[in-house]
């Protein structure tokens, strides 16, 4: 069975940086496409960036085009998402997925 463990939340100032984690077990990350999406209380939730299996191509949403950066790192089968510059409209429940199989979704929260 495929799981996906998110790590790396946590409090940060407006300004600031956290990168996250996500572990992927029963699967290698190579063979399948990983993204992150995010949900704000009230809002649904977003795709903001996803990594491909084969050629490691990255997508990013606009709102975090430039400040977010993934990257894979296939022997530990871990999706990591730099996020820098980061602001108040980023506090959210961060998620990693792949096809049907989420994350747990670890809390990021940017204070002003």
């Known amino acids: 069975e495929v799981q996906l463990v998110e790590s790396g939340g946590g409090l940060v100032r407006a300004g600031g940086s956290l990168r996250l984690s996500c572990a992927a077990s029963?699967?290698?990350?190579?063979?399948?496409?990983i993204g992150w999406f995010r949900q704000a209380p009230g809002k649904e939730r977003e795709e903001i960036s996803c990594i491909g299996s084969s050629d490691g191509s990255a997508y990013y949403a606009d709102s975090v085009k430039g400040r977010f950066t993934i990257s894979s790192d296939n022997a530990k089968n871990t999706v990591y998402l730099q996020m820098n510059s980061l602001k108040p409209e980023d506090t959210a429940v961060y998620y990693c997925?792949?096809?049907?199989?989420w994350g747990q979704g670890t809390q990021v929260t940017v204070s002003s």
């Open positions: 997925q792949s096809h049907s199989y």
């Open positions: 029963g699967t290698n990350r190579g063979d399948r496409a």
